[in-house]
């Protein structure tokens, strides 16, 4: 089993910065990919950022420029900078792990941004 811890959502203005963090426990032997996808009300959840084991990261067109995604392995812990927030942003933050065909997700963190 695999267990997904996120944090760092919370209100922050258009134009502000935010981190996520997602940290990594059980059998994580294998993990790969690493990433988050996000959820807005009314919409399908969708790809935000992917880092696979050698470092090759994947965003979507809507984050590129603004989002950055990393992992440090000694804390098992995968990150989300983000910054340059749009309205358009504002959505619950899924940290998601695969480990052989499963997919593994955490319960979330919401992201609103607002002024």
């Known amino acids: 089993q695999v267990q997904l811890v996120e944090s760092g959502g919370g209100l922050v203005q258009p134009g502000g910065s935010l981190r996520l963090s997602c940290v990594v426990s059980?059998?994580?032997?294998?993990?790969?990919?690493m990433g988050w996808y996000r959820q807005a009300p009314g919409k399908q959840r969708e790809l935000v950022a992917a880092i696979i084991s050698g470092g090759s990261t994947n965003y979507a067109d809507s984050v590129k420029g603004r989002f950055t995604i990393s992992k440090d392995n000694a804390k098992n812990t995968v990150y989300l900078q983000m910054n340059s927030l749009k309205p358009e942003d504002t959505a619950v933050y899924y940290c998601?792990?695969?480990?052989?065909?499963?997919?593994?997700w955490g319960r979330g963190t919401q992201v609103t941004v607002s002024s």
């Open positions: 059980g059998s994580i032997f294998s993990i790969n990919p």
């Open positions: 998601n792990v695969r480990k052989g065909i499963r997919d593994y």
